[in-house]
T-cell receptor, first 112, second 107 residues
Framework: DAGITQSPRHKVTETGTPVTLRCHQTENHRYMYWYRQDPGHGLRLIHYSYGVKDTDKGEVSDGYSVSRSKTEDFLLTLESATSSQTSVYFC???????????FGSGTRLTVV | DAKTTQPPSMDCAEGRAANLPCNHSTISGNEYVYWYRQIHSQGPQYIIHGLKNNETNEMASLIITEDRKSSTLILPHATLRDTAVYYCIVGYSTLTFGKGTMLLVSP
């Protein structure tokens, strides 16, 4: 969506390797979120950020870490990828001037 | 667990109004009702939100009951492009998505 991009769009990685997904925004929004979406589970919140270097855990944070060193970038790292982390990952932003969350196009991650 | 209950699927004829119900009997006083939709594999899209009063925007109308225990999203003239999963969410800060309602709009 306009103002938010996720990279990469697709990635295949091996079990046990670290993986970093990037969310970049040009809206200068304060809040950023990482969700994962799996069949039968809907979207589940992994981590979120309410400012530079301010982050907190969501409902499925085990095995994931995040960093936000700049307003525009929110990184999600899988420290040691497992097959259970195969999923579609969505980033979202929220801030003044726009109601609700704006979601990115998603990253499809496959761990083999 | 999601705080809302939605039917898993609904059908609507093109050009007719689509009325999507949502129950949220445990909603707290400061929690908003949000509606999003997700078309195929795209990221969810914000539609509308409200606290107590009914709301309308260019996409839809939101009707919230007086006791705030349920709401209805109304798409006044559904088109084929409105076929999507519709999520009703209650919350104040972070949002928890349930499984939503799959709305199929047919010609």
């Amino acid at each position: 969506d306009a103002g938010i991009t996720q990279s990469p769009r697709h990635k295949v990685t091996e079990t046990g390797t670290p993986v970093t997904l990037r969310c970049h925004q040009t809206e200068n929004h304060r809040y950023m979120y990482w969700y994962r979406q799996d069949p039968g589970h809907g979207l589940r919140l992994i981590h979120y950020s309410y400012g530079v270097k301010d982050t907190d855990k969501g409902e499925v944070s085990d095995g994931y870490s995040v960093s936000r060193s700049k307003t525009e970038d929110f990184l999600l790292t899988l420290e040691s990828a497992t097959s259970s982390q195969t999923s579609v990952y969505f980033c979202a932003i929220e801030g003044q001037g726009a109601p609700g969350y704006t979601f990115g196009s998603g990253t499809r991650l496959t761990v083999v | 667990d999601a705080k809302t209950t939605q039917p898993p699927s609904m059908d609507c004829a093109e050009g007719r109004a689509a009325n999507l119900p949502c129950n949220h009997s445990t909603i707290s006083g400061n929690e908003y009702v949000y509606w999003y939709r997700q078309i195929h594999s795209q990221g969810p899209q914000y539609i509308i939100h409200g606290l107590k009063n009914n709301e309308t925007n260019e996409m839809a109308s939101l009707i919230i009951t007086e006791d705030r225990k349920s709401s209805t999203l109304i798409l006044p003239h559904a088109t084929l492009r409105d076929t999507a999963v519709y999520y009703c969410i209650v919350g104040y800060s972070t949002l928890t998505f349930g499984k939503g309602t799959m709305l199929l709009v047919s010609p």
